[in-house]
C-alpha cells in the first residue's frame, strides 16, 4: 500500500553542475562528465532507497534540462543558434534550441543512465521522458509549421527511446506534460493522443506527470494568479481518464486544486504530490500522512501513490534529501493509520 516515489528530477551536486539553476552548466566535458553523471546518479539511487522509497529514479543527473536532454540527441534541431522564445503560455522566457530539419533519433538518448540505474537498484524504476507537448512548447519550429504534427513527429521518437528503455528493464516509463496545465484545451483536444503516441505498444506501466512547475520564481508567481481553486486538471483529466496511461501525476499539498479532481481519474493509479517543491521547509510525517489521509477520500487506496508535486532539481541537496524521508515516513505512518 502508498508505493512511495519522486516526480522525477533532483538537484545535480555542486561537483557536476552549477547549483539551483534549471539550465545549469557542467562541471566537467567528455568522459570526465559522463562519469560524473554516473557517480550522481548512484548516489542518488542509494539515497532514494535508504530514504525509504519504493520506486527509485536517475534523479535526471544526465540531462542539463528535462526537455533539453532529449532533444540533444535528436537530429533537425540547431542548438548553434538558441532563440528566446516565452514557453509554458508565455509564463516566461527560455533560450531554445530551434527545429530546422526532419526530426530522427541519432541513437539511444538515454541508455547509459538507465542501464547503469538498473543494473544497481533492485527497486522499481521508472523513468522519465518529456512529453510531446511539452517538447513541442520548449523548441522553436523552423520547419514544420503545425504543432501538432510537429508533436506527432516528436511523439514516434519518444516512443522508439521508450520501447529501448523498456527492454532495459525500466518498470514505469513517465511522461512529464507541464504544458498540459498551461493549454488545457489543446491538451484533451490532442495532446493526451499525442502522449499516447509516444507511450505506443509499451507493456511496462505508463504515466504522466502534470503540475504547476518547479518552484521556481516565475511558477510562484504564476500560481499567486490563478485564484483561490485551481481547476485546470478539470479540463484535462476526462482525456486521460479514457486514454491508456496508466498512472496520472498530480499537484496537491499547498495547492490550490480542490482535492476532489481527484475523483475524474477513476481507473487510474494517482501520484499524489504530498512534498511541496516550491517550499524549503521540510513536511513532517504527519502532514504528509495527513495529506494521504484527505486523498483517500478521491482515490481508492489501492490506487493512491505519494509523490512530490515535481521535480526536485533547482532545490537545495541536504532539504531535497530531508524531502525524500518525509515522503517516506509520512507514507510509513499513513499505512499504519489506513491499514
Ligand atoms: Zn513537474
Known amino acids: 500500500m502508498f508505493p512511495t516515489s519522486i516526480a522525477g528530477s533532483l538537484p545535480k551536486p555542486a561537483w557536476l553542475a552549477e547549483t539551483k539553476k534549471l539550465w545549469p552548466q557542467w562541471r566537467a566535458q567528455g568522459d570526465e562528465l559522463r562519469q560524473a553523471k554516473a557517480d550522481a546518479t548512484l548516489l542518488w539511487i542509494k539515497a532514494q532507497e535508504d530514504a525509504g522509497l519504493d520506486i527509485v529514479t536517475d534523479g535526471e543527473q544526465s540531462r542539463q534540462h528535462f526537455v533539453h536532454g532529449f532533444l540533444e540527441q535528436v537530429d533537425g534541431i540547431d542548438f548553434e543558434h538558441k532563440v528566446k522564445m516565452g514557453i509554458r503560455d508565455n509564463r516566461y522566457d527560455a533560450m531554445v534550441p530551434q527545429v530546422v530539419a526532419p526530426l530522427k533519433l541519432k541513437g539511444r538518448v538515454h541508455a547509459f543512465e538507465a542501464q547503469l540505474a538498473r543494473a544497481h537498484t533492485k527497486r522499481k524504476l521508472k523513468f522519465t521522458l518529456p512529453g510531446p507537448m511539452t517538447i513541442i512548447d520548449t523548441v522553436a519550429d523552423q520547419f514544420y509549421g503545425d504543432k501538432v504534427k510537429m508533436a506527432f513527429a516528436f511523439a514516434e521518437l519518444l516512443n522508439q527511446e521508450a520501447l529501448a528503455l523498456q527492454a532495459d528493464g525500466v518498470d514505469i516509463i513517465q511522461f512529464d506534460e507541464p504544458a498540459f496545465n498551461a493549454y488545457m484545451k489543446d491538451a484533451a483536444d490532442w495532446g493526451v493522443k499525442a502522449l499516447e503516441r509516444a507511450a505506443q505498444g509499451l507493456t511496462c506501466t505508463t504515466a504522466v506527470h502534470i503540475c504547476y512547475g518547479y518552484g ?28 491508456s496511461i496508466k498512472q496520472v501525476s498530480l499537484e496537491c499539498y499547498h495547492s490550490h486544486v480542490p482535492p476532489d479532481l481527484m475523483k475524474l481519474l477513476d481507473g487510474k493509479d494517482v501520484m499524489v504530490g504530498v512534498i511541496d517543491v516550491a517550499s524549503d521547509e521540510i513536511e513532517t510525517p504527519e502532514q504528509v500522512a495527513e495529506t494521504i489521509g484527505r486523498a483517500l477520500q478521491f482515490v481508492p487506496k489501492q490506487r493512491l501513490f505519494p509523490c512530490t508535486n515535481c521535480g526536485l532539481a533547482p532545490m537545495d541537496r541536504d532539504v531535497a534529501m530531508k524531502k525524500l524521508q518525509a515522503l517516506a515516513q509520512g507514507a510509513e505512518l499513513a499505512r499504519r493509520r489506513h491499514a
Open 216 to 243: 521556481i520564481q516565475a511558477n510562484v508567481d504564476w500560481k499567486k494568479s490563478l485564484g483561490e481553486e485551481w481547476r485546470q486538471y478539470e479540463q484535462i483529466f476526462p482525456a486521460l481518464a479514457a486514454s
